[in-house]
C-alpha cells in the first residue's frame, strides 16, 4: 500500500485516477484521453493547481481520483503557473472546450 502523503504519485497514477474519474463520460473521457496523450503532462498540470486528486474516495479502496480545474487554465497561464509548449496548451484548450465544463462553453 502506498503512503497517504498527497502529492507523491506516479504520472501513471495521475493518468489512472483521471480516467477512473471519466469512465462512462461521452464527453469527459475522450477529453482527458487528448491530455494525457498531448498536454503538458501530469505534474505540469499538478504543480499549475490545475489538478486535483483525492486519495481513495470510495469504500472500496479504489485509488486515486483526480480532476482537471478546467476553469482556471487560462488564469494558470497569464500566472505562468503553468509550463506548457503552444501544442500542448492547444491540446489543453481543445479538450476543455470539448468537456463542456467550461463556463459559457
Known sequence: MRPSLLGVWTADEL???LIRTAC???DLEPALQLVIDEGPGMFALLSAG????QP????????LWAEIEWSDIDDAVITRGLRA?????????TAAARTGLLPGA
Open 15 to 17: 493518468e489512472v485516477a
Open 24 to 26: 462512462g463520460d461521452p
Open 50 to 53: 490545475l489538478l486535483r486528486v
Open 56 to 63: 481513495d474516495v470510495d469504500d472500496l479502496g479504489g485509488g
Open 85 to 93: 509548449t503552444p501544442p500542448q496548451l492547444a491540446a489543453l484548450r
